[in-house]
């Protein structure tokens, strides 16, 4: 009943009390802006990546144009990519970072760092690098400050021998931290007939070594024919800790390279087994091998399968060197190309259709479980709200028939900088109520007290508008959204700036953790606002498609990191490699 | 055959004498061998020294001393302890931040961390503890070298010093401490502290707590009027009894203290107990004799947030929380403030009932100053929003052109002062629309 009375009621209200509703403080003309004719929801239809380019950049030309004229005009970034797209958070940082101009200041003190000291570009003799030390403004610690400063300029390795020969001559000695970095130094520069000399001096001094220098003795043993003295040295650093993925990466590197590819395959298991995750370098390397060896495409595909498990996305060389061994395939002819997820979850190659980013029904009860559990119950339920609160609204829920939109109140009013909260609120959620749908505002009792920020008249409008649950003022009301949301069902989504990291982190285990973040992608709505003489929003379109490595047998379709793109944990790669057979 | 056999004997203990050293392995060798090679194995053993290091001269020494090391450690080289031990004396020639000394009881409580940088962190920490323990100990010779000669005179002026007025100190002074303590046990307005964290604490944590809760005993005790002191929830085999009997040890018993298993809720009239947490909403506008404050007696260097206010929440217990922020310019970070420093604001606070001269105690690295007088005096001011915001922008400008730095704080958020509902009823109460990051002062 409810959503057929309320557009009559609103109708109703609009004549009644002209003056409430058609003379907001900030008023947003709806014929004046054609994106708020199209304030989309999901799965209706979509703006395209191509449409949001053009009025980025048309916006981009007003302000500049605006600048020209005045210059104290507002500045308001526009993010026109999903806050999930790989580089949205990167880029966003970039852009409040050239706002507050703290680089000049960085940019000063690296050009401190960088001063001082000079090394040479030659050998110099004992007497030279003496006279280098007197000269120097702080002899403290010399030695050790030179030779880092050497590692970090990776200076010639004749400089170096030099400068440890005269260590020695001078002080009777070489420590073994000089000697670890010269080992250092070798290693980087490939030079391996020092690295064995280093480790026949070190071997011969010193009884046993520490993690760092074994991992540089595997490092520089597996560059060459001698890496199988690489693996004693792996046993030893075994038996106290946990080998790296770094030092397992570089002994299969040197076991791939020279041929050995059981040996890979071994230790490639072993690291599966003490539960590390493996380097993107070692699964170059096995893919490498494969390019020679067919018996182990099984092995391979399950690699493919680990990282659809673990929800990991290959870097850019990795894709290369897959679609390499795909299209390198015996028997099957493979097709390999480079994509983009476009928004209509069907691969832009291929025209294959991408797997759905929804939830099966027995996904759903789990997380909706793990939500009450371990996100708003946790180990102790005072700590979020209290129970009574919480069975209120459990009552409330139920009472409730199942919601189409679940609104993150103070988010949503948090996110205009101009006029009033209770007025962003008020038209986000009369925008929505106008699609139909059957809208839930989650806030607090603060809320609902008359204020500077919260006009009561709105906050009574809002009410009428969409059911309200308010929480009390120390209660934190993020979980309460996902519990309603999940509650509501698969059609249900929730509108929200917060990515819900911490409240992800309470999950128990990471495939819950996982499939959480599935769910959130699939079900936040998140607004974008701007300020362009008005204030401006828009919901960030929903991906209705999974970003995880896939198949259906013919096909293999793997997301990957592109080269220059910083992802962070929570956002997905947004290019993708198709793999199909012909 | 027998002769040869003595031979290579002979051979073997001249080499041994030589070099001081051959391994099982190197004479099983020479017996296998004829004569001949066993020579030249032995001729080689011999040149070993020199073969390794064939360019550095200088290296035999420390070479020799290292293997003989190496040699007496062999034959623990199957129990892990000692691996470890070698391998954090190879991280310190390495250059890293770990000890030089280790316990063994330190190892064990090493290999009790699982990952690799909890490892890391407890050797720092046992590195820097080491370091400050060298450093108090050349201070304290440096003093004694020092400072001889003048205690000598001072010892003479002591003598020398002719007065009508009797000298007291020690253990006179003690008394005196003691008997304004008792008075306060009997008649003296009651402190809590809840003693009901241990769950939420580590080792390191609650022996910090404790070191905390005897300096605010002891401020406690120098006060002209000091507070019952009230260990509340302290159970008998808790982590803090055992601390605490573990530091007083005899003198425990005569504390002049209460402290019990019962909870507070059980001990005073509900009304009267307010708990002092920084991430409560409600702030603490003045000192009220007549309540019973509770702190609770906690040490978080982890992030968990609001634990005390939790707890308060589950008693339904008034909460409260120092006026930080609108006596000191608080730019960020968290206000949560350690026992000893909240025990001495509230005696002070207690004493002068002004706010300024208490929250001198907060650590001056935290804040920016107090704000000008003007504003404060009649606190009425600068309890309100407009006014601290008015006085934020004026100041900002201020240090801008005055430091020219080009730290711009225009473009930080402004921290948006809080509490408006000072001196309004109460249903205008809103909580602060800012993140306040952890306040726990161990409250």
Not at chain 1, 87 to 96: H, L, S, V
Not at chain 1, 265 to 288: C, H, M, R, V
Not at chain 2, 261 to 273: C, G, S, T
Request: with cysteine; glycine share 4%.
């Amino acid at each position: 009943m409810g959503p057929s009375i309320y557009p009559y009621l609103s109708l109703h209200l609009k004549y009644t009390f002209p003056l409430i509703i058609s003379r907001p403080l900030f008023s947003v003309n709806k014929s004046y802006s054609f994106l708020f004719k199209r304030v989309m929801l999901p799965n209706v239809h979509y703006f395209s990546t191509k449409d949001w380019n053009e009025v980025y950049a048309n916006y981009k030309k007003a302000n500049r144009e605006s600048k020209q004229k005045n210059d104290n005009d507002e500045k308001i970034a526009v993010f026109a990519r999903s806050v999930f797209a790989a580089g949205t958070a990167k880029r966003k940082n970039e852009i409040f970072r050239s706002k507050s101009a703290n680089e000049a200041q960085e940019h000063q003190e690296n050009y401190r760092r960088g001063r001082g000291f000079k090394l040479p570009d030659h050998p110099l003799t004992t007497a030279e690098w003496k006279n280098l030390k007197e000269n120097a403004e702080n002899s403290r610690r010399f030695e050790i400050r030179v030779m880092n400063k050497m590692l970090c300029e990776r200076a010639d390795i004749n400089v170096a021998k030099s400068f440890l020969a005269y260590v020695a001559l001078e002080t009777g000695t070489v420590s073994y931290e000089l000697l670890l970095k010269y080992l250092a130094l070798c290693v980087y520069a490939n030079r391996h007939s020092e690295v064995f000399d280093v480790y026949d001096i070190m071997k011969s001094r010193f009884k046993a070594f520490d993690n760092a220098a074994n991992g540089l003795f595997m490092r520089g043993f597996c560059m060459t024919e001698r890496w199988k003295e690489a693996l004693p040295i792996l046993e030893t650093i075994k038996k106290l800790s946990v080998p790296s993925p770094r030092n397992y990466a570089d002994v299969i590197d040197g076991a791939v390279r020279h041929g050995d590819i059981a040996t890979a395959w071994a230790l490639y298991n072993e690291i599966l087994d003490t539960g590390i995750i493996p380097k993107q370098q070692t699964w170059q390397s096995l893919f490498e091998s494969g390019l020679s060896d067919p018996s182990t495409v099984e092995r391979l595909e399950s690699i493919l399968y680990y990282m659809r498990d673990n929800q990991i996305y290959p870097n850019e060389s990795v894709a290369q060197s897959i679609k390499a061994w795909f299209e390198r395939l015996p028997g099957d002819k493979w097709k390999g190309r480079w994509s983009t997820g476009e928004p209509s979850a069907v691969c832009e190659s291929c025209q294959v259709k991408l797997e759905s980013l929804q939830l099966t029904e027995e996904e759903y009860r789990q997380l909706k479980d793990h939500v009450m559990t371990d996100v708003i119950e946790g180990q102790d339920i005072f700590s979020k709200t209290t129970p009574e609160e919480l069975e209120l609204f459990k009552a409330f829920v139920k009472q409730n028939p199942a919601f189409d939109v679940v609104i993150d109140g103070l988010n949503v009013a948090n996110t205009t900088i101009r006029g009033k909260q209770s007025q962003m609120l008020l038209e986000v959620v009369s925008q929505l109520k106008k699609q139909g749908w059957r809208v839930l505002v989650l806030g607090r009792k603060h809320m609902l007290q008359q204020s500077c920020k919260w006009d009561q008249r709105h906050m009574s409008l809002i009410q009428r508008r969409a059911h309200c649950f308010f929480t009390d003022n120390l209660t934190e009301d993020d979980p309460f959204i996902l519990y309603a949301a999940l509650h509501s069902g698969n059609h249900c989504v929730f509108v929200s700036q917060d990515l819900m990291r911490d409240h992800k982190a309470c999950m128990p285990n990471s495939a819950m953790k996982r499939l959480f973040f599935k769910w959130q992608r699939g079900h936040q709505l998140v607004l974008n606002t701007w300020i362009l003489k008005k204030v401006h929003f828009q919901f960030q379109t929903i991906q209705d498609y999974d970003t995880i490595v896939q198949t259906d047998k013919t096909s293999w379709h793997i997301p990957y990191d592109a080269d220059g793109v910083d992802r962070c944990t929570f956002e997905v790669p947004q290019k993708w490699l198709c793999l199909t057979r012909k | 055959m027998n002769a040869v056999v003595a031979n290579i004997v002979s051979n073997d203990e001249t080499t041994q004498s030589i070099v001081g050293k051959t391994t099982v392995a190197e004479l099983q060798l020479q017996y296998s061998s004829p004569s001949g090679k066993t020579l030249q194995v032995a001729d080689t053993n011999l040149r070993f020294p020199t073969l390794s290091n064939p360019n550095i001269m200088h290296y035999e020494e420390k070479g020799k001393e290292e293997e003989a090391l190496g040699e007496s450690g062999e034959e623990a080289e199957c129990s892990p302890l000692a691996a470890t031990r070698e391998m954090v004396e190879m991280m310190r020639q390495a250059g890293r931040n770990v000890p030089e000394h280790l316990s063994d009881n330190d190892l064990l409580s090493l290999q009790e961390h699982t990952t690799k940088t909890a490892r890391k962190k407890f050797l720092k920490f046992l590195a820097l503890k080491e370091s400050y323990k060298k450093a108090r100990k050349q201070e304290k010779e440096k003093r004694k070298s020092e400072s001889q000669p003048q205690e000598e005179e001072e010892e003479e002026a002591r003598v020398s010093l002719n007065s009508y007025l009797i000298t007291k100190r020690g253990r006179y002074l003690n008394s005196g401490c003691k008997w304004r303590a008792a008075q306060a046990m009997l008649f003296g307005q009651s402190l809590v502290f809840d003693m009901s964290y241990e769950a939420v604490m580590n080792q390191r944590e609650l022996s910090n707590t404790i070191s905390q809760l005897q300096e605010c005993l002891t401020w406690n005790k120098r006060s002209l009027e000091p507070f019952h002191i009230h260990f509340c929830n302290l159970q008998p085999n808790s982590g803090y009894k055992r601390e605490l009997t573990s530091r007083y040890g005899d003198s425990w018993d005569n504390l002049l203290i209460t402290a019990t298993e019962q909870r507070h809720v059980d001990m005073f009239p509900h009304k009267q107990l307010v708990y002092l947490t920084a991430d409560s909403p409600n702030v603490l506008r003045s000192f009220d004799h007549n309540k019973v404050y509770i702190v609770g007696a906690l040490v978080d260097k982890a992030d968990q947030s609001s634990v005390s206010l939790t707890n308060a929440k589950r008693l339904k217990l008034d909460t409260a929380r120092f006026p930080l922020d609108h006596f000191l310019q608080w730019d960020s970070g968290a206000k949560n403030l350690t026992l000893d420093q909240v025990m001495r604001i509230l005696l002070t606070l207690r004493d002068t009932g002004k706010w300024e001269q208490a929250l001198e105690f907060v650590p001056k690295r935290k804040h920016s100053g107090f704000y000008p007088k003007n504003l404060v005096e009649g606190p009425v001011k600068m309890f309100t929003d407009v006014a601290r915001m008015k006085f934020k922008k004026r100041a900002k400008k201020f240090t801008f052109s005055e430091t020219g730095s080009v730290r711009d704080a225009g473009h930080k958020p402004l921290t948006q002062p809080g509490v408006r509902n000072v001196f309004k009823p109460k249903q205008f109460m809103e909580p602060d629309g800012k993140a306040k990051g952890r306040k726990n002062w161990g409250g």
